[in-house]
């Protein structure tokens, strides 16, 4: 199994809602990511995880809370969301089986989420 | 700091045009530099990478050479298809895990 999957593809909530986004990669990567993507735009990291201990945090609002329940899924959960959230949600990971500045990162298709 | 400057878009050209998407790096040290390519729709997928000067990456017809001189991995395709219209950008790796991407390049190609 050679990529990452994101669940669901699609989510529209309300801004009371909470909601969760699941990532599962089964190749044995050691790191794992959450950006987010706005229309246009780079995607932007949020949060990394690396050996299943969080290692990164761009300074996200709370309202974002991950988890990484084992080396193969990474969870993005949600809760009063602002309509400004409504993004494209990337999930990557990443081999680091190279010291330094060499391990690409592989992508899931994403979660298109808007905020009601 | 490191960066990446990419040209703007979007990229208009007719099928079967040759194609040139520049980049351009500053970065301390010798990192890997990659292009992603975004399809309408979809997650971001790794195209094509280089880990050393001179090196050139090279996939699906797109070729990248890795230019320490110029501090530049222009991405280039002889022979564009309808089926290549996507966003591309280019990245370079940084030390604890992050990556910096370009602007991103949206290119669209006509029949």
């Known amino acids: 199994d050679t990529e990452v999957t994101q669940t669901p593809k699609h989510l529209v909530m309300g801004m009371t809602n909470k909601k969760s986004l699941k990532c599962e990669q089964h190749?044995?990567?050691?790191?794992m990511y959450w950006y987010k993507q706005k229309a246009k735009k780079p995607p932007e990291l949020m949060f990394v995880?690396?050996?299943?201990?969080?290692?990164i945090n761009e300074s996200v609002p709370s309202r974002f809370s991950p988890e990484c329940p084992n080396s193969s899924l990474l969870n993005l959960h949600l809760h009063a969301l602002q309509p400004e959230d409504s993004a494209l949600y990337l999930c990557?990971?990443?081999?680091?089986?190279?010291?330094?500045?060499?391990?690409?990162?592989?992508f899931g298709p994403g979660t298109r989420l808007t905020v009601l | 700091g490191d960066s990446v400057t990419q040209m703007e878009g979007p990229v208009t050209l007719s099928e079967e045009a040759f194609l040139t998407i520049n980049c351009t790096y500053t970065?301390?040290?010798?990192?890997?530099l990659f292009w992603y390519v975004q399809y309408p729709g979809e997650g971001l997928q790794l195209l094509l990478k280089?880990?050393?000067?001179?090196d050139k990456g090279s996939n699906k017809g797109f070729e990248a050479t890795y230019r320490k001189e110029t501090t530049s991995f222009h991405l280039e395709k002889g022979s564009v298809q309808v089926s290549d219209s996507a966003v591309y950008f280019c990245?370079?790796?940084?030390?604890?895990?992050?990556?910096?991407f370009g602007t991103g390049t949206r290119l669209q190609v006509f029949p």
């Open positions: 990557a990971s990443s081999p680091r089986e190279l010291a330094g500045r060499y391990n690409e990162q592989f």
């Open positions: 190749m044995g990567h050691r790191a």
């Open positions: 995880y690396s050996y299943e201990k969080l290692s």
């Open positions: 970065a301390t040290g010798y990192p890997s």
């Open positions: 280089a880990t050393k000067a001179d």
């Open positions: 990245a370079l790796p940084q030390f604890a895990d992050k990556l910096i």
